[in-house]
T-cell receptor
Framework: AQRVTQPEKLLSVFKGAPVELKCNYSYSGSPELFWYVQYSRQRLQLLLRHISRESIKGFTADLNKGETSFHLKKPFAQEEDSAMYYCALLTSGTYKYIFGTGTRLKVLA | KAGVTQTPRYLIKTRGQQVTLSCSPISGHRSVSWYQQTPGQGLQFLFEYFSETQRNKGNFPGRFSGRQFSNSRSEMNVSTLELGDSALYLC?????????????FGPGTRLTVT
């Protein structure tokens, strides 16, 4: 079955510390993976997608097919990074996203 | 360009009633997806429409249905409401038809079933 797992409901880090939000997926096909973010009182929005191999707001994510993971990383957390982060899998040919349950990141001053 | 809009923003219904939620996508977007968001389950996919056709649906009972109009606006309907249907219902629109990429989300409709 296709599944996205985000093992941490809450992750608290201090400002300036590195951040890693974990995402593991289960999918037999070729995955398209995304990170979406929801800041307080804002809409859910795309943060980055693996196919673009880009860095957005200092965040990067590398697809590791061997470990079926797509962890989100940032070397130095900022207070404005505090938000809810969702990892999502797009199953090819189905037009269907599967979201993880989300991780709340709190960056402490 | 106006973002995705959803109406109403809040709804309170009684168990057993039915409800219709509306979603207007970004102008030019032809794909609309619906999700149910709850604290314990996160976002769960309900269905996706493109050019008035449902292309995929999630694992929800038949009480959940939807449709899309020729102007790409979409509605979802929940019949015989249950307490467990209380959730935030999100819709998202996408520009492309052949391959969904970035989804643009609406603010959601908060449904409370009493």
């Amino acid at each position: 079955a296709q599944r996205v797992t985000q093992p941490e409901k809450l992750l608290s880090v201090f400002k300036g510390a590195p951040v890693e939000l974990k995402c593991n997926y289960s999918y037999s096909g070729s995955p398209e993976l995304f990170w979406y973010v929801q800041y307080s009182r804002q809409r859910l929005q795309l943060l980055l997608r693996h196919i673009s191999r880009e860095s957005i707001k200092g965040f990067t994510a590398d697809l590791n097919k061997g470990e079926t993971s797509f962890h989100l990383k940032k070397p130095f957390a900022q207070e404005e990074d505090s938000a809810m982060y969702y990892c999502a899998l797009l199953t090819s040919g189905t037009y269907k996203y599967i979201f993880g349950t989300g991780t709340r990141l709190k960056v402490l001053a | 360009k106006a973002g995705v809009t959803q109406t109403p923003r809040y709804l309170i219904k009684t168990r057993g009633q039915q409800v219709t939620l509306s979603c207007s996508p970004i102008s030019g977007h032809r794909s609309v997806s619906w999700y149910q968001q709850t604290p314990g389950q996160g976002l769960q996919f309900l269905f996706e429409y493109f050019s008035e056709t449902q292309r995929n649906k999630g694992n929800f009972p038949g009480r959940f249905s939807g449709r899309q109009f020729s102007n790409s606006r979409s509605e979802m309907n929940v019949s015989t409401l249950e307490l467990g249907d209380s959730a935030l219902y999100l819709c998202a629109s996408t520009l492309t038809g052949d391959y969904i990429y970035e989804q643009y989300f609406g603010p959601g409709t908060r449904l409370t079933v009493t």
